[in-house]
């Protein structure tokens, strides 16, 4: 039987709450198919963490995951904590060594869901959001000095690299080449940003002349913002920069129900590295420690998880008890305007993985 390692790193918040719930239901799915199962390290990094050591993860943390097929990852960020050391003593610390320079946010009104937009209801909001995750606007560079004084200066470069546009472009194309509608949508924002983002749309071109069967436009992100409301049915696929995918896609969460359903991958695509799993959301410091986390959006995370593992088969019973579940409003949690507490909607999730047919 094959044996998957899974590196569990719950992190800060509602993450330890809904990774928790994550975990119960690989194992259940491994339970229901026989042919495979998951062996789950947990790592105790975050805030907590920071607080007794000084840093995020340890030293080595990256080499203690380095060998693990798969990262499941909770959240970075706690009140007391401020947010640049959680995101980038951690999650970037991961994401960005690793080269997890994909992330893909898939969006979609699930059954039972309601999106707050009038007249769309399902198949007119089938969205994949292609986040460029390596570079841009988060690539860490810039400074700060003069501190306080009045010639205080502070700056963060955004930086874009040929061979770092070109990946994430043919990621996308081919992305959006696998899917029904061959359409892919490239944002930008090169009437105000002259340099990086006027090569951000050449080599844009340059890689739609590779996917002649793959219809492609461009949209400045302001203007991108306006069509994702107002006419969601003539979006599909997705590529942006990590700052505005990052933006986009909360928005795009929002719009097919709420922020706690949404996924995400970071993947390595060349699998030199292992790739991370997470729900788009963070640490939700208004809901911590009341069990109404919503952990839908990590059970879809490792729906992506498995079909990157390479078990199809799995990944579709897990997506097909989600909608299930969510098909029915005793599971909504209250950021679905129900009552139901995570425990609940993790113990439908898992009877549906057992009670459905082959
Ligand atoms: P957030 O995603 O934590 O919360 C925004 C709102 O959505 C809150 O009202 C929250 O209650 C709600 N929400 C989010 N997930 C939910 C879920 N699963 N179920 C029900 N409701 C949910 O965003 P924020 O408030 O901007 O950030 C809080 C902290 O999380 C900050 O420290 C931030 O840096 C961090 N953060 C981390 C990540 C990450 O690790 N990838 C992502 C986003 C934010
Ligand atoms: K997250
Ligand atoms: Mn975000």
New binding site residues.
């Given amino acids: 039987m094959k044996t998957y390692a899974i590196a569990a790193i719950p992190?800060?918040?509602?993450?330890t709450e809904?990774v928790a719930a994550g975990v119960e239901v690989l194992h259940a799915l491994a339970g229901r198919d026989g042919n495979f199962k998951f062996r789950v390290d947990h790592f105790d990094w975050g805030s907590a963490y920071y607080k007794k050591h000084g840093i995020m993860m340890p030293e080595d943390g990256r080499d203690q995951i380095r060998k693990h097929d798969a990262i499941l990852?909770?959240?970075?960020?706690?009140?007391d904590?401020p947010?640049h050391i959680?995101?980038w003593g951690?999650?970037l610390a991961i994401c960005q060594p690793f080269d997890q320079y994909a992330n893909v946010r898939p969006t979609r009104i699930l059954p039972g869901i309601t999106s707050p937009l009038r007249n769309v209801h399902g198949k007119e909001l089938d969205w994949v959001i292609v986040r460029e995750n390596s570079e841009g606007e988060y690539a860490g560079v810039g400074g700060r000095v003069h501190k306080g004084l009045p010639l205080e200066v502070a700056t963060d470069v955004s930086i874009l690299t040929r061979a770092g546009v070109e990946r994430i472009m043919r990621f996308a194309f081919r992305l959006a080449q696998s899917r029904p509608r061959k359409l892919l949508t490239v944002v930008t924002k090169s009437n105000a940003q002259r340099h990086a983002m006027v090569m951000w749309d050449e080599i844009a071109a340059e890689i739609a002349a590779e996917f002649s069967d793959v219809a492609w436009d461009k949209m400045l992100v302001d203007a991108m913002t306006m069509r994702m409301v107002m006419k969601p049915e003539t979006l599909d696929t997705v590529v942006a920069t990590n700052l505005h995918a990052d933006i986009l896609s909360?928005l795009a969460a929002a719009l097919a129900g709420?922020?706690?359903?949404a996924p995400?991958a970071n993947l390595n695509p060349e699998r030199t590295y292992p790739s991370m799993f997470?729900?788009?959301?963070?640490?939700?410091?208004?809901?911590i420690g009341k069990g109404?986390?919503?952990?839908?959006?990590?059970f879809w995370s490792a729906v992506m998880m498995l079909e990157h593992l390479g078990e199809p088969a799995a990944a579709t019973r897990l997506m097909q008890a989600i909608e299930r579940v969510t098909a029915d409003k005793r599971f909504h949690?209250?950021?679905l305007g129900g009552k139901a507490r995570t425990a609940e909607v993790t113990a439908a999730v898992m009877d549906s993985i057992y009670g459905a047919n082959d």
């Fill in positions: 992190g800060d918040g509602i993450g809904v990852f909770g959240s970075a960020g706690a009140p904590v947010d959680t995101l951690l999650r909360d709420s922020l706690g359903i995400t997470e729900p788009i959301h963070g640490s939700a410091f208004d809901i109404i986390a919503n952990p839908i959006g990590t949690t209250p950021d």
